[in-house]
């Protein structure tokens, strides 16, 4: 008689697939990677923007560059596109914020920024500096030149609106340079 022993059989195992090893660890990877590369993206655009933000913040005078856009329609004042020498500064308290802004324009431009403020360029009167010497001194501006010519304006709106002072130095009648001050009492 013979007997045979009639042993399990071994279980068998799944076919080995490199493949989908590979694509799991690519996935994987991506997984991990996207988000950190994300995080530090980010991280460095917060840094560079904090950076702006006390750079601005610490200004003691002008900053020659745009104001936000933010600014400009808090403030009331829309600078004509194409201006040149843009620079600003602002200064906040608790119950007044002021914006300095200066830019040199061409005369249509001027007349342009003019009649967004709501005035007309014979508005303006000859011989008269609308910006306080306070605010003059602020910023660092001179009114005082005597081969300077000057013409100025002062638009009052609602009292929810800002006071906007506007005063230009006509000496170069081809590219006026422009100085304004909006006053914003919360």
């Known amino acids: 008689m013979t007997t045979h022993s009639t042993a399990p059989a071994a279980p068998q ?21 996207i988000p950190a590369g994300y995080l530090a993206l980010s ?17 003691q005078a002008l900053i020659y560059e745009w ?9 009331d004042v829309p600078i004509p596109a194409g201006s040149a020498y843009v620079g600003y500064y602002e200064t906040n ?24 403020l709501g005035i007309d360029p014979s508005d303006l009167r000859e011989g008269r500096v609308s910006v306080s010497d306070a605010d003059a001194d602020i910023v660092g501006w001179s009114f005082d030149e005597p081969d300077r010519t000057y013409t100025s304006a002062t638009v009052q709106q609602s009292d929810a609106e ?22 914003a009492h919360l």
Do not use: N
Request: aromatic content about 8%.
């Open 13 to 33: 195992r799944p076919p080995h697939r490199p493949r989908h090893r590979w694509l799991a660890l690519v996935v994987v990877a991506l997984l991990i990677a």
């Open 43 to 59: 991280a460095y655009q917060s840094r560079d923007s904090g950076e702006d933000k006390a750079r601005t913040a610490s200004a």
């Open 67 to 75: 104001p936000s856009k933010v600014q400009r329609r808090i403030y």
């Open 93 to 116: 308290s608790w119950d007044v914020s002021k914006l300095y802004v200066e830019f040199r324009c061409s005369p249509g431009q001027l007349s342009g920024f003019l009649h967004e």
């Open 162 to 183: 800002p006071e906007v002072a506007v005063t230009v130095d006509t000496t170069s009648e081809e590219r006026p340079r422009v100085y304004v001050t909006s006053t």
